[in-house]
């Protein structure tokens, strides 16, 4: 589904953001993306996106090289960011979800549709008129999500989707992502919080200063974590089993 191939990114400043990553997602991979603060993390996702160019390398989404210069690629993707005030536009519940359907020209029936469906689907119908501003954090990462979800992208890029959240949100959350995952869809998630979603991932990917140091099953790279910035799940500071926070 994602082949990325000796990708750099170099900013204006000089910043050598990411330094030579090659990455292969297979379609309905969980996959988590972690490391320390400034490690590459979101620079990686809006490559993916289509939101930045690459300095050099190749990104190929299905098939289609560079997201970037190409709609058709970008429509594959939704990417919900660590702020969603920063993608919520919309009045009220309803109108931000129809606001992506909006912009594909879609036809008046598929929209409602969509819309529908993606209310549905994040438990928001019974709230689809409250003005987006009285949502609680929990509530605005849903819509962001529900709003990705009526544009049907293929691929979710998820970037910090714990910040912000109090438990409950937190569970709230996770939930939909493992729903989601288990639909068929390939979720990519930039996040230091690894604990909240690594007892759900088939994959880890662990990133230091703009490259990659190591990927793999979650459980062969727990010991590993500590040495690149990241803490480890509570459970294996204890030498217990896998826990899931979706767990009572």
């Not at 990659?212 to 480890?232: H, M, N, Q, T």
Request: aromatic share 6%; net charge negative.
């Amino acid at each position: 589904m994602i082949e990325i191939q000796n990708l750099h990114l170099t900013y204006p400043d000089g910043t050598r953001a990411l330094q030579g990553l090659d990455l292969h997602v297979p379609e309905g991979q969980f996959l988590l993306i972690c490391g320390a603060n400034g490690s590459g993390k979101t620079t990686l996702l809006r490559l993916i996106a289509g939101l930045l160019r690459p300095t050099s390398g190749t990104i190929s989404i299905d098939g289609k090289k560079d997201p970037y210069a190409s709609r058709e690629i970008r429509q594959l993707m939704g990417m919900v960011f660590q702020d969603p005030d920063s993608q919520i536009v919309g009045e009220t519940v309803r109108e931000d979800v129809a606001f992506g359907p909006e912009n594909l020209h879609l036809s008046r029936a598929e929209m409602d549709h969509r819309v529908q469906w993606a209310l549905e689907l994040m438990n928001l119908r019974g709230i689809a008129e409250k003005s987006c501003y009285l949502l609680s954090g929990g509530e605005k990462k849903r819509l962001a999500i529900a709003g990705v979800l009526a544009m049907k992208p293929r691929i979710f890029l998820l970037d910090e989707p714990f910040s912000n959240l109090d438990y409950p949100g937190v569970r709230e959350v996770l939930g939909h992502m493992v729903h989601l995952h288990q639909d068929g869809y390939t979720l990519l998630i930039a996040t230091h919080e690894v604990e909240k979603v690594i007892a759900h991932v088939d994959c880890v990917l662990i990133m230091h200063q703009g490259r990659i140091k190591a990927s793999g099953p979650a459980e062969a790279l727990l010991a590993r974590l500590p040495d690149f910035g990241v803490r480890p799940p509570c459970y294996a500071l204890a030498g217990e089993a896998k826990r899931s926070w979706l767990r009572e």
